[in-house]
C-alpha cells in the first residue's frame, strides 16, 4: 500500500526527458513467450538494443506470470529503460503455452511398469484424482514411472510419474490408482429388431469390466453371428445367449412345403406352419388340402418333412 502514494506522485511530474543512454519504450500488456526464459523484450516494446537479455525465468507451460506496476518501474530503472507507467495498475501478463501429458500415455508408462509386478494384462487402470502436468506444446515427451507398488489382491497401486520435456525442470507427480478385472463381451453396432439374424458388421468384440457383465453375456462374436434374435436390442449393449437363438427356416403362418419321405415314396403338398422353427426343430403344420394338423421336421427354408404314419395332431 506504501507503493501507491508514490506511483500517484509520479504520475503527477510532468513527463521527463529520457536521459541520454535510455530507451524511450512501451509494455507489452499482453506478452507470450516460448522459451524457458523471459527476455527484456517480452516485457518492454521498443527496447530493441537489448531485447534479448534474460531478466528471469519464463513462467511453467500452460501457466502465467504478472508483472505489476513497482515491478515493470524496478525492470526499467535497472536497465536504463524510460518508461512511466500511465496509471497505477499497468501489468504485463506473461503466458507461456502448454499442453496436458496425454492421460493414454500416463496409463500406457504405469501399465508397463505395473505389468512387471504382476498386473493382469487384461486389468483397466482407474486413476484417483490427477492433474497432468504440462508440457511445451512441440517438446518431445519423456514419461518414467519410479517407486512403483502394486496389491494384486486388491488392485490397489501407487508410483511416482516422472515427466520429462525440453525447455523445462523435471516433475514428478504421485499417482495412486485401481486394477480393475475385466471380461470379454460382444456389443450390438446398431439397433436390432426382433427376429433379426445378426451380421458380422452387427457386433463389436470388446472388454468391458467384469462387474458390469452379467452371467450368460456373449463372449465371442462366433456366439452372435448368424444367430437370430428373440428380442430387440439397443445399440451398444451386449447381446445375451438367451435371447439368442438358430434362425428360423420356417416362420410362423408361412405357407410350406410338406414333404412325405419314405421307401419308395416321395410325396409333396402345401400346409400352413403354426409356429416358427429352425432347421432340425418339429412344427405343427395344417395340411390345406385335408385341414388336418401334423407334425413334421423342419429340413430346409419353407420345407417340413413328415415321416410316413405320422399321427395328426388333430
Known amino acids: 500500500m506504501r507503493l501507491l502514494p508514490l506511483l500517484l506522485l509520479l504520475l503527477a511530474l510532468p513527463a521527463a526527458p529520457a536521459a541520454r543512454g535510455q530507451e524511450i519504450v512501451s509494455i507489452r500488456p499482453l506478452s507470450v513467450v516460448e522459451e524457458p526464459v523471459l527476455r527484456l523484450g517480452d516485457v518492454f516494446e521498443g527496447a530493441s538494443g537489448r531485447g534479448g537479455l534474460a531478466i528471469g525465468a519464463a513462467p511453467a507451460p ?3 506470470l504478472v508483472l505489476e506496476t513497482p515491478h515493470l518501474l524496478a525492470l526499467a530503472r535497472a536497465h536504463g529503460l524510460a518508461w512511466r507507467p500511465l496509471s497505477p495498475h499497468e501489468r504485463v501478463v506473461v503466458e507461456r503455452p502448454g499442453r496436458p501429458v496425454p492421460r493414454e500415455e500416463i496409463e500406457a508408462a504405469l501399465r508397463a511398469e505395473l505389468l512387471r509386478l504382476g498386473l493382469d494384462p487384461e486389468a483397466e487402470l482407474e486413476l484417483g484424482a490427477l492433474l497432468p502436468a ?4 512441440a517438446a518431445p515427451l519423456d514419461l518414467s514411472v519410479e517407486g512403483a507398488t502394486l496389491d494384486t ?8 510419474l516422472v515427466v520429462m520435456a525440453e525447455g523445462m525442470p523435471a516433475l514428478r507427480q504421485r499417482v495412486v490408482g485401481r486394477a480393475v478385472p475385466t471380461a470379454p463381451a460382444v456389443l450390438a453396432t446398431r439397433r436390432l429388431a426382433i427376429g433379426e439374424v445378426v451380421r458380422e458388421e452387427d457386433v463389436r468384440a470388446v472388454r468391458l469390466r467384469a462387474e458390469r457383465v452379467r452371467p450368460g453375456t456373449a463372449q465371442d462374436p462366433a456366439e452372435v453371428v448368424g444367430q437370430q434374435l428373440r428380442r430387440p436390442l439397443g445399440s451398444g449393449l451386449p447381446f445375451l445367449l438367451s435371447d439368442l437363438g438358430p434362425p428360423a427356416l420356417v416362420e410362423r403362418n408361412a405357407v410350406v412345403t410338406l414333404v412325405l419321405d419314405g421307401p419308395g415314396m416321395l410325396l409333396t403338398t402345401q400346409g400352413r406352419a403354426l409356429e416358427a422353427a429352425p432347421r432340425g426343430a418339429l412344427v405343427p403344420v395344417m395340411n390345406l388340402t ?3 394338423v401334423v407334425e413334421g421336421e423342419v429340413v430346409g427354408p419353407g420345407r ?11
Open 290 to 292: 385335408s385341414r388336418r
Open 153 to 160: 489382491a486388491t488392485g490397489r497401486f501407487a508410483a511416482v
Open 304 to 314: 417340413v418333412r413328415v415321416l410316413p404314419g405320422a399321427v395328426p395332431l388333430r
Open 62 to 64: 500452460g501457466r502465467r
Open 134 to 137: 504440462m508440457v511445451p506444446p
